[in-house]
Nanobody, 119 residues
Framework: QVQLVESGGGLVQPGGSLTLSCTAS????????WGWYRQAPGKQRELVAV???????EYTDSVKGRFTISRDNAKNTVYLQMSSLKPEDTAVYYC?????????????WGQGTQVAVSS
């Protein structure tokens, strides 16, 4: 089973920056997309950013211009660079991996990492 391990979360002041990392192990399929989701207390899970095998990226409107998703294919690692952080960015962030092997498809999730933006 694929394992996703996240790191990089923490406490940061408004306007600060953090970079999250997510590394996949035991990947036996072709990766088609990486995504970052977040869930704030009492709120629904939200898609933050996604990058596909074709190199395209998409962001939810609230983070455009502030967050950047990227990946290192050789390391099976995806990153989320976050800048100009706002209190409303406070949430547990989860990485997501999608891929396929033959007719099989795979979806995996990281354990979550807490990002707290507070003064």
């Amino acid at each position: 089973q694929v394992q996703l391990v996240e790191s990089g979360g923490g406490l940061v002041q408004p306007g600060g920056s953090l970079t999250l990392s997510c590394t996949a192990s035991r990947v036996t399929f072709s990766i088609s997309a990486w995504g970052w989701y977040r869930q704030a207390p009492g709120k629904q899970r939200e898609l933050v950013a996604v990058t596909t095998s074709s190199g395209g990226t998409e962001y939810t409107d609230s983070v455009k211009g502030r967050f950047t998703i990227s990946r290192d294919n050789a390391k099976n690692t995806v990153y989320l660079q976050m800048s100009s952080l706002k209190p409303e960015d406070t949430a547990v962030y989860y990485c997501n991996l999608r891929g396929s092997s033959g007719y099989r498809t795979y979806v995996s999730w990281g354990q979550g990492t807490q990002v707290a933006v507070s003064s």
